[in-house]
């Protein structure tokens, strides 16, 4: 199972995620659902470095199996609104894959 942790503040503001596991949804190079996890948090992070002048903190294992995402505190409050915003986009599209494959994938909140 791919547990998705998210990490946001009592206003919403998201600070950091972190994915680890795997969905063993089916075999390696066939699994649907990593993919789209794994497409979907590596979309969210590009984006933040193209459209944004953030730097997130960005850590993960060279299996796959491990991904973490730290947002910096101190950015410009325009600058952590588009950021934002991509890693709210990011939590609805994980958030749909766990509707439909709940039993691979799972979302927390702290």
């Known amino acids: 199972m791919i547990k998705v942790k998210i990490n946001q503040s009592p206003d919403g503001r998201i600070s950091s995620f972190s994915m680890k596991g795997h969905a ?3 075999e390696h190079g066939s699994d649907i659902v990593c993919a ?3 497409a979907v948090s590596f979309g969210a992070i590009n ?3 193209a459209l944004t002048n953030a730097e997130p903190i960005i850590d993960q294992s060279s299996d ?4 973490s995402c730290s947002i ?3 950015l410009p409050e325009e600058e952590d ?3 934002q915003l991509l890693l709210k986009g990011m939590v ?3 958030q749909t ?3 439909d494959y709940g039993k691979y994938i799972k979302l927390t909140f702290n």
């Open 36 to 38: 789209g996890a794994s």
């Open 24 to 26: 063993d949804f089916a």
């Open 92 to 94: 609805v599209s994980l």
């Open 81 to 83: 609104k588009q950021v």
């Open 72 to 74: 910096p505190n101190d």
């Open 97 to 99: 894959i766990e509707r």
């Open 47 to 49: 984006a933040v470095f």
């Open 64 to 67: 796959g199996g491990f991904l």
